[in-house]
C-alpha cells in the first residue's frame, strides 16, 4: 500500500513569504506528527494529531507556524512570514493508533520530507 | 525534560564486522524505544520499536535491546554490509517521541 506522502519535495522562498506543506499519512492511521530536521541537528517535534482531537502544539516554535488536519486525514503545516532559520527539512509521520490509552505507541511511518529554504 | 544521546556520532567499518550503536536517554518513564535508518535525503525508516515491558526485538540480521532501568538501548548489527550505510536515529517514546542526533555509519568494501 501506499506510505506517507508529502508535498512539495523541495521549496525555496523569500524571507517574509508564507508557504505551505502538504502531508498526506497511510490511509486509516488516526495519528500524525510533524517534526523538523535542521542540519547537524536532531529531530524536533512540532505538532501532533490524533484523531478528532485537539492537536498537541507544545512543539511549534512560534505563533508564525500553524498546522491543520481535516477530516482526520490529510494535514498542512503553515509557516507564515517565513525566517532564514525556519530552513530545514519538514517530516510529517503517522502511526495507526498514536497515544493509546496512555500505555503505549505504535510504529510511525515517516513521509520523505520537504526540503525548505528559505533565502 | 528527555533527553537523547547517541554514541558513537560517526562509525566507518569494514563488510563483515559485527557493531553496536547506543542510545541512553534520562528519563525512563518511557513506552517505548524506536531505531529508524536514515538515508541521505530520505524520510525515516523504522527498523524495530521496543515496548516499555519488552527488552529486546530481533529483525534479521538487527537486534535492539532496552534496558530502561540504566536509561540504555543497544543497537546490534551483525555481519555488517555496505548497504547498511546510513544515519541510525533512537527515538524515545515517553509521550511525544524524542529522537537522538544519529549515528552515521558507513560500511566500506
Known amino acids: 500500500g501506499a506510505g506517507v506522502s508529502q508535498s512539495p519535495s523541495n521549496k525555496v522562498t523569500e524571507k517574509g513569504k508564507d508557504v505551505e506543506l502538504r502531508c498526506d499519512p497511510i490511509?486509516?492511521?488516526?495519528?500524525l506528527y510533524w517534526y523538523r530536521q535542521s542540519l547537524g541537528q536532531g529531530l524536533e517535534f512540532l505538532i501532533y494529531?490524533?484523531?478528532?482531537?485537539?492537536?498537541?502544539k507544545s512543539g511549534l516554535p512560534s505563533d508564525r507556524f500553524s498546522a491543520e488536519r481535516t477530516g482526520g486525514s490529510v494535514s498542512t503545516l503553515t509557516i507564515q512570514r517565513t525566517q532564514q532559520e525556519d530552513s530545514a527539512v519538514y517530516l510529517c509521520?503517522?502511526?495507526?493508533?498514536?497515544?493509546?490509552?496512555?500505555?503505549?505507541?505504535?510504529?510511525?511511518?515517516f513521509g520523505p520530507g520537504t526540503r525548505l529554504t528559505v533565502l | 525534560k528527555q533527553e537523547v544521546t547517541q554514541i558513537p556520532a560517526a562509525l566507518s567499518v569494514p563488510e563483515g564486522e559485527n557493531l553496536v550503536l547506543n542510545c541512553s536517554f534520562t528519563?525512563?518513564?518511557?513506552?517505548?524505544l524506536q531505531w529508524f535508518r536514515q538515508d541521505p535525503g530520505k524520510g525515516l525508516t523504522s527498523l524495530l520499536l521496543?515496548?516499555?515491558?519488552?527488552r529486546e526485538q530481533t529483525s534479521g540480521r538487527l537486534n535492539a535491546s532496552l534496558d530502561k532501568s540504566s536509561g540504555r538501548s543497544t543497537l546490534y548489527i551483525a555481519a555488517s554490509q555496505p548497504g547498511d550505510s546510513a544515519t541510525y536515529l533512537c527515538?524515545?517514546?515517553?509521550?511525544?517521541?524524542?529522537f537522538g542526533r544519529g549515528t552515521s555509519l558507513i560500511v566500506h568494501p
Open positions: 521496543i515496548q516499555s515491558s519488552q
Open positions: 528519563d525512563s518513564a518511557i513506552y517505548n
Open positions: 527515538a524515545v517514546g515517553s509521550y511525544i517521541p524524542t
Open positions: 509521520a503517522s502511526s495507526f493508533r498514536g497515544l493509546a490509552g496512555g500505555t503505549s505507541t505504535d510504529t510511525q511511518y
Open positions: 490511509s486509516g492511521h488516526t495519528a
Open positions: 494529531f490524533q484523531g478528532n482531537s485537539a492537536p498537541d
